[in-house]
């Protein structure tokens, strides 16, 4: 009688778990990801509903001393980008109008410029009938701290509660913050315009100021002061990228 045949043993299969592992992470980032996204889009929301909340018109009603222009980006025409132009026009008005004094022009240093973004700002400003003993610029400001400390040096030490603060309504967010709620805000337009002018390019904006809000906090002042000084530099050089659209760079 033949031995009975004994079939091979079958290798053990492997379990199953990493598989479904694998499954319960893409299922996790599939409702993970949209909620972030969606967060995102309520706090970038937000932001944009307290600016409009929060900030004053455009138009004043009563006359300050000093305006305080914030330069913005550097462009084609007069040497200024489009944000810039926007400040000086406003400014330039508001001064037409009496509802200013003086006007204090500050922001724009670069190591590769000969001439700093206030300076420009300052001729263009005299180009439209300001005259030239009410407009002043400082030389060396580069970001929206040393712009505000290079206002404080060039106005009068009792005009500083009472200056008129010139900018684009986001930047105004944080230049109320830096200047520590001293001075008034007047956005070239309000923040609706704002919206509405930039389209969906307003969430970037929103993003680059929440980067400009957490850097100081979380860097070391030196390092801060470094990092953007050289991030200007290069940014802003001609050489680098002559052929570029000017970027609002808020200082």
């Not at 900030?55 to 980006?73: C, E, M, N, R, S």
């Not at 420009?120 to 180009?127: G, S, V, Y």
């Not at 300001?130 to 030490?157: C, E, K, Y």
Request: charged share 20%.
């Amino acid at each position: 009688m033949p031995a009975p045949r004994h079939s091979p043993p079958t290798p053990r299969q492997p379990l199953a778990r990493p598989a479904r592992r694998h499954r319960g992470r893409r299922r996790l980032l599939r409702y993970l990801l949209p909620a972030l996204l969606a967060a995102d889009l309520l706090g970038t929301m937000l932001y944009l509903a307290w600016g409009a909340l929060s900030l004053p018109p455009p138009t004043p009603q009563l006359p300050h001393p000093v305006g305080v222009v914030f330069f913005d980006g550097f462009g084609a025409r007069e040497g200024l980008g489009a944000g810039s132009l926007a400040r000086v026009e406003h400014a330039a008005a508001l001064a037409r109008a009496g509802l200013l004094e003086q006007l204090v022009c500050v922001g724009g240093s670069r190591s590769q410029r000969a001439e700093p973004g206030a300076a420009l700002m300052a001729a263009a400003l005299i180009r439209r009938g300001i005259p030239a003993a009410h407009v002043r610029h400082d030389a060396s400001s580069f970001d929206t701290g040393s712009n505000w400390q290079s206002a404080l040096a060039l106005m009068p030490r009792t005009a500083a509660e009472q200056a008129l603060l010139i900018g684009g309504p986001l930047h105004l967010l944080r230049i109320r913050h830096i200047t520590g709620g001293v001075g008034t805000p007047a956005p070239v337009h309000g923040m609706g315009q704002e919206i509405r002018r930039r389209g969906p390019a307003i969430w970037l904006d929103v993003h680059r100021e929440w980067v400009a809000w957490a850097a100081p906090a979380v860097l070391p002042a030196a390092v801060h002061r470094r990092w953007i000084k050289r991030w200007r530099d290069f940014w802003d050089n001609p050489a680098s990228h002559p052929s570029a659209p000017a970027t609002p760079r808020d200082a």
